[in-house]
């Protein structure tokens, strides 16, 4: 039998504290947020997409970003903090916070860009310009975002050389990591995996990090062929909170303990505890009000379904 080979470890981004906020109509407190940030660090997660450093009236939940930066960053030496950014002043206002790494907003198709940013996908890519410049002066990170990268609401499947052509403009500026994201949950596991196979096959040097949302339940299919391409930056949201407030009928990310379980059951390390992160998925959807979409709080992990060594417990039946 033919073995398939899938990477030993991966990375993922615990990104909750912005896309899982964005679309809580109830005001969070700050100290919530600053809770919540702390209680996701414990469980050993390695990189945290913290916040969004956007106009407040564009999305009013995050209007306390550098208040929820500065009270934590110092105590994030080893996690990888990153923050999401619209423009040069998102860039400023993060640099002053104290991230060390951005996120630039932009979108596969022109629709959607104009929809989103008033402006087409070049127009739109050449507004980030200022970032690049800025953060190189800083010796700060930046990774390039393509958002509705495999579906769009208004033109539907996006061909992969819109991709190609983004990619390219990014590749100028000296973006070294890309995030594509199935912000509309229309992405089928063929499509990621050709799409990354013709990707990788023309931009090797460049690493690649998915964000799948789970609109239509395939987001750990979807993983599962970035896998066989060899991806390991993987993006995600405890209890499956999320969604962009832009989108019809947008849903939450791919549950980051769903996720983990996964990666578990398959062998392949992530370094966080699956247990604490079920704690803090179950403790921040009680604090939000929220409704979870995860089939760990639903079911729990497999583990417990059968006898275990001595010392460790079993769900109850």
Known sequence: MKKIVLPEKVTVCE???RDGLQTIPEWIETKDKIKMVKN??????????ITSFVHPKAIPQLKDAEEVVTAVIDELEDVEVRALVPN????????DAGVRKLKTMLSATDSHSLSN???TVVNAQEKLMPIFEYADERNIKVMGSISVAFGCPFEGIVPVENLIEIIE????VGV??????????MAQPIQVYETLGVLKEAFPELAYSMHFHNTRGAALANTFAALQQGVTLYDSSIGGLGGCPYLPNATGNVATEDLVHMFEEMGIDTGINLEKVIDVANDTLDLLHAQGDSYMLMAGPSSKLHDKPSGQTKLNS
């Open 15 to 17: 990104v909750a504290p």
């Open 40 to 49: 996701l660090v414990a469980t050993g997660i390695p990189s945290l997409e």
């Open 88 to 95: 040069l002043r998102g860039a400023q206002r993060a640099a």
């Open 117 to 119: 940013a008033n402006d």
């Open 169 to 172: 403009r990014y590749v100028k």
């Open 176 to 185: 070294r990591e890309i995030s594509l994201a199935d912000s509309t949950g």
